[in-house]
């Protein structure tokens, strides 16, 4: 299995606090990923990085920011966490831009 | 932005039936990859394809590229329990992959 960790496992917070999940890799990936996983919806991306410092915009990026300061951490916080934004969240690392592995993911709740 | 449509999006079937999923859009895709998740876990990576018309077989599982990279299926052969599963294709264009919205699969023993 791909040396990929998230943190947590599981949150649950409530509206308008801040909240932040961890990615880490132990596999030196150069391309990093978050997603959401929502029924209907499948995995969406919400931002990307392609190196450190290096990020870029998803397709579902508003509320969202992220960061990269090293090779193997990328995080995603939640400025001001809102109920729409309850989901199963995946980190996902890729070398080539074709194959890309997956964490176990986090459970936010947003109450 | 939905880019890549399966179907069927709900599939149960009978132990040792055959089945397909599909996995279309409008897009062009540099390469398409099939994953499969369980409950509670990430999407594990079952196949990439990059080649326009490109088939691959693993053990029960074919998978096909259509000729214009736009369009993949998955056919399942003598389907068996530990196959169920939902079963996402992905696509992906320069950075970015674009999933589509899954298959759920049961297989009834």
């Known amino acids: 299995d791909a040396g990929i960790t998230q943190s947590p496992r599981h949150k649950v917070t409530e509206t308008g606090t801040p909240v932040t999940l961890r990615c880490h890799q132990t596999e030196n990936h150069r391309y990093m990923y978050w997603y959401r996983q929502d029924p209907g919806h499948g995995l969406r991306l919400i931002h990307y990085?392609?190196?450190?410092?290096?990020?870029d915009k998803g397709e579902v990026s508003d509320g969202y920011s992220v960061s990269r300061s090293k090779t193997e951490d990328f995080l995603l916080t939640l400025e001001s966490a809102t109920s729409s934004q309850t989901s199963v969240y995946f980190c996902?690392?890729?070398?080539?831009?074709?194959?890309?592995?997956f964490g176990a993911g986090t459970r936010l709740s947003v109450l | 932005t939905q880019l890549l449509e399966q179907s069927p999006q709900f599939l149960s079937i009978q132990e040792g039936e055959n089945l397909t999923v599909y996995c279309n859009s409008s897009?062009?895709?540099?390469?398409l990859q099939w994953y499969r998740q369980e409950p509670g876990e990430g999407p594990v990576l079952l196949v990439t394809?990059?080649?326009?018309?490109e088939v691959k077989k693993l053990k029960r599982l074919t998978f096909q590229f259509g000729d214009a990279r736009k369009d993949s299926s998955l056919h399942i052969t003598a389907a068996q329990t530990g196959d169920t599963g939902l079963y996402l294709c992905a696509g992906n264009t320069g950075n970015q992959f674009y999933f589509g919205t899954g298959t759920s699969l049961t297989v009834i023993p």
């Open positions: 996902a690392i890729s070398e080539s831009r074709v194959i890309q592995y």
């Open positions: 990085s392609y190196g450190v410092k290096d990020t």
């Open positions: 897009s062009v895709f540099s390469s």
């Open positions: 394809v990059v080649t326009g018309g």
